[in-house]
């Protein structure tokens, strides 16, 4: 289904340029009030709730949507800056029509971005965005209601504390992480405050960086899409080990006591094994992306259990979970959903649970999150000229199978338009390095050669 606004991580762009402009806001709200609200016989309001990061363009954006969801009738609930998966607790657990989580993830501050959760808390499916998306262009103003029912706002000064208090409930109650000495990277993001505060709360020693935003500053340098300072930090301190959330800390990178960086696919493997062990694994395997490792799927096999791929994105992480009946996925980028505690990709729960296996087994980080030995893989990005599509000339298809052939059995090639970004990902994997280098070499020379517009 191809939209004309929403990406695959909802509506993305450079703040204040078109789409993410206060007007775009204003009638992105509108619609989705339009799109979300309920008839329930004036019992009790329409809501919304709004949480954000730490990015400057998050005032303006919260605000504008604020006034469009008012606008239609609906109260508003401002959390302010909270993780994505704590806006999405709070839509299911304050009974909210729609959830609004203003961030741009892992981009840089001038980025940003909306994402939208229904009363579930999960993300909204392709049919209701493409809903929304007919109502942004039609006359919202023929659906002003009368000036008695316009919404009013509020905030929710303990949101923050929720959702601490929701982080430690998936927590073994038997446990502490006393003894565990855990440096903490929140990429002067939504978790900025939350995710050391609950840390400590279950009795860790805590060392935390990332954790003073000023608006210009989320993941610069900081977090999980650059985890250097995290392992020097894991090193100078002796740590047990290091957690590096995203902007929106809604992923999570882990660094070992040894300084090693942990993806997201070593966090699947030692969660499904452990899973497996206590009997609360469902669906036979996991779910994880096209993105994931061959080791990982091998590791898995060996375990007797499957691993389903899904479409680069939690959210299709999240549906083939539903369908399938399964009860963990995630990517290699560190986004992991465990659906027996929330609906969406959790950085900090994930890295409670990690936590937990730790500290139940005794073994060090290095050693409980090194499953199985990932093949050589490598990712290259190429950057697009706006409109240009290289992806549908056919030399590119005939070079996209030629890598293939060169691959054969011992490795796969993937090549995706990005979701959020103008760009072409480009992953090679295979058992042999030099090949893998080779092919992911003269396939993005191809790819290059069709990114820019004929001058």
Not at 230 to 239: F, N, P
Not at 375 to 400: F, S, Y
């Amino acid at each position: 289904m191809t939209r004309k606004y929403f990406g695959t991580d909802g509506i993305r762009g450079r703040a204040n340029s078109f789409p993410m402009t206060a007007d775009m806001a204003l009638k992105v709200a509108m619609a989705t009030a339009l799109a979300l609200k309920r008839d329930n016989g004036g019992l009790h309001p329409n809501r919304a709730v709004i949480g954000k990061d730490t990015r400057l363009s998050g005032y303006m954006l919260e605000q504008a949507m604020a006034a469009g969801f008012e606008a239609m009738g609906m109260d508003v609930i401002f959390l302010g800056p909270l993780p994505t998966p704590a806006v999405a607790a709070l839509t299911r657990s304050m009974r909210a029509d729609v959830g609004v989580m203003i961030s741009a993830s892992h981009n840089p501050y001038e980025d940003n971005g909306i994402k939208l959760f229904g009363p579930d808390g999960y993300k909204l499916p392709d049919s209701l965005e493409a809903e929304i998306e007919k109502r942004i262009d039609s006359d919202l103003h023929k659906s002003l209601p009368p000036p008695d029912d316009l919404g009013k706002a509020s905030r929710l000064d303990d949101a923050a504390g929720r959702y601490v208090e929701y982080l430690k409930g998936s927590f073994p109650r038997r446990q502490s992480l006393e003894g565990l000495k855990i440096v903490i990277d929140c990429a002067h993001g939504a978790g900025y405050k939350v995710g050391p505060q609950a840390l400590w709360e279950l009795e860790a020693e805590v060392i935390s960086i990332g954790v003073s935003p000023d608006g210009r500053n989320i993941n610069d340098g900081y977090g999980a899409t650059s985890p250097d300072k995290l392992r020097r930090m894991v090193a100078d301190h002796g740590a047990h080990a290091g957690l590096a959330l995203d902007g929106d800390a809604d992923r999570l990178i882990m660094v070992d006591e040894k300084g090693q960086v942990v993806n997201g696919d070593q966090i699947l493997a030692l969660l499904a094994k452990n899973m497996k062990d206590r009997g609360v694994l469902r669906g036979g395997g996991i779910v994880a992306t096209v993105m994931s490792n061959l080791g990982l799927e091998r590791y898995l096999k060996g375990l007797g259990l499957s691993l389903d791929r899904a479409a680069v994105g939690d959210r299709y992480v999240i549906e083939r979970m539903q369908s399938g009946g399964f009860n963990l996925g995630g990517e290699q980028s560190g986004h992991v959903v465990m659906s027996d505690y929330g609906t969406t990709g959790d950085g900090l729960l994930t890295a409670l649970q990690v936590l937990s296996v730790m500290k139940e087994n005794g073994r060090p980080a290095s050693e409980i999150l090194r499953s199985f030995a990932p093949l050589p893989q490598v990712l290259q990005n190429v950057r697009l000229e706006n409109g240009v599509k290289p992806l549908d000339r056919q030399e590119v298809k005939d070079a996209i199978s030629h890598a293939e052939k060169k691959l054969a059995n011992d490795g796969r090639v993937l090549v995706r338009a990005s979701g959020t970004e103008p760009l072409i990902r480009v992953m090679v994997e295979g058992d042999n390095a030099d090949i893998v280098k080779s092919v992911i070499s003269d396939l993005c020379a191809i790819i290059e050669k069709f990114s820019r517009k004929a001058s």
